[in-house]
């Protein structure tokens, strides 16, 4: 069968990423064709990859700023290795999902409601995969009588999380199953194989996309003293107080940093669930995501 996945694989993330290449790698081992839906990113998100390099040579950040510029490279490469379509007739199938395709409240991804949501795909066979809203607010999917249309025309609904669930269920009477991140579809040996392993568990790899309170950034460099472990920031910016260096965030950075950890701190999705995935000591630190602490539930 000829597939094509609807997701988020143009995003600069690493666990967008990785959600995409291991959701189309699960379907090629039941032997489909697949393909990712092409469509063009909104001007403003493009430009903000640019001003996020100034940013950092403002703030006189060179060295991030040139492992920004790294990572941009490094997803561009991996981006156009993966096999791209606009073409709609030629597809049996498409696949909507992973990831937060269906949180309403970025403007980026609700512009690309039609698409997204598989509107756009009307007249085929639609179905879902592991979608997320994330903590966008429940009346932001009242309120459009698109949300409604699009899911009625689903054939089969599985979501990644309770509250997605719930809030899909206010538009239809199908059943609705609660599945893994794709992430977790692929195993320790899957990944290993794709990355040259760092041969030392030497390191605490910290993955979070908001600054630590001084208390935690205190009770994690008390820990690595401990220990004697460094601190290796596994995320793109301002060099967080408690990191002893950073890396540049790119997929395959993050893959081989996360298999050569001996712990992991990270406050994002895709960190907790490559922890677990990959049988790390970590912690999950609360920031009031609903996919995350379900998950862990």
């Not at 090629?28 to 040579?57: C, P, W």
């Not at 791209?84 to 409601?113: M, P, Q, R, V, Y």
């Not at 009625?152 to 509250?163: K, L, M, N, P, T």
Request: hydrophobic residues 40%; glycine residues 6%.
């Amino acid at each position: 069968m000829r597939v094509c996945i609807v997701t988020l694989q143009k995003s600069i993330n690493s666990g967008s990423y990785w959600q995409a290449k291991a959701l189309g790698l699960a379907l090629e081992k039941l032997g489909h064709t697949v393909f990712y839906y092409d469509y063009a990113y909104a001007l403003k998100s493009r430009i903000q990859k640019y001003t996020n390099i100034l940013d950092m040579v403002a703030a006189q950040d060179l060295s991030e700023g040139i492992k920004y510029i790294s990572a941009l490279r490094s997803f561009s490469k991996l981006q156009k290795e993966m096999p791209l379509t606009k073409e709609i007739d030629t597809i049996d199938c498409f696949i909507l999902g992973s990831d937060t395709i269906w949180n309403l409240e970025s403007k980026t991804l609700a512009a690309k409601l039609d698409v997204l949501w598989g509107r756009k795909f009307r007249n085929k066979k639609v179905i879902t995969y592991a979608g997320s809203a994330a903590n966008a607010r429940e009346e932001l999917f009242k309120k459009d009588p698109r949300i409604g249309e699009a899911v009625s025309s689903w054939s089969a609904i599985s979501v990644r999380d309770q509250y997605t669930r719930e809030i899909i269920a206010q538009h239809t009477t199908k059943d609705i199953q609660l599945v893994c991140d794709p992430t977790l579809l692929l195993q320790k040996a899957d990944y290993a194989g794709m990355v040259e392993r760092k041969s030392d568990a030497d390191y605490i790899f910290m993955y979070v996309f908001k600054e630590l309170s001084p208390e935690q950034s205190d009770a994690l460099v008390s820990f690595a003293k401990s220990i004697g472990l460094k601190i290796v920031q596994g995320v793109n910016g301002k060099r967080r107080k408690a990191a002893d260096f950073s890396v540049e965030n790119s997929p395959m950075s993050f893959l081989q940093h996360m298999l050569g950890a001996r712990y992991v701190i990270t406050d994002t999705f895709h960190g907790t669930m490559f922890s677990i995935n990959l049988h790390k000591q970590f912690v999950a630190i609360n920031r009031g995501k609903n996919k995350v602490n379900e998950a862990l539930q």
